[in-house]
């Protein structure tokens, strides 16, 4: 959960990080191109997920991530990781077109929690992390579990 070779394997716990990114570029480019198909939709939701798997393999991303208390250790993602998770995109783009809102709100949020309780991290968390560093997040991310 906390060492560097969490991203090496097929998942981890960040493999729901990758459903809940599917919803939301469900949502996101249904919103902002309407008239292209939901296949062409996918696509580009495709093309965003693998450009940000490369881009958080750079150098740059994974000092980063090194700054948070939870990956200090943290080296990039393994291929298969980051083929995993652009499969767990997908998924979750293709739950959003087929479910209910509600449901995938529910799921959402079941997710965050759920992660958030077991590693004390999850999408929302990483985002602030990255965007604006909290000491007392860092503090309870970093107390032992």
């Known amino acids: 959960m906390r060492s560097a070779g969490n991203s090496q394997h097929l998942t981890d716990w960040y493999t729901f ?19 292209l198909t939901t296949v062409q939709r996918l696509v580009l939701a495709l093309g965003i997920e693998v450009s940000w798997e490369v881009a958080e393999n750079t150098p740059y991303v994974i000092n980063l991530y090194r700054q948070q208390a939870l990956s200090l250790g ?60 909290l000491d007392s997040v860092h503090l309870w991310q970093g107390a032992e579990l």
Request: glycine share 6%.
């Open 74 to 133: 943290y080296v990039g993602d393994s291929i298969l990781n980051s083929v995993s998770d652009s499969l767990a995109m997908i998924a979750g783009f293709v739950l959003a077109w087929r479910l209910p809102t509600w449901l995938v709100v529910v799921f959402v949020l079941l997710m965050e929690i759920g992660v958030a309780y077991y590693i004390r991290d999850n999408l929302t968390l990483n985002v602030l992390n990255l965007v604006y560093p």
């Open 17 to 35: 990080s990758h459903i809940i990114h599917g919803f939301i570029f469900y949502a996101l480019l249904r919103y902002l191109f309407p008239r």
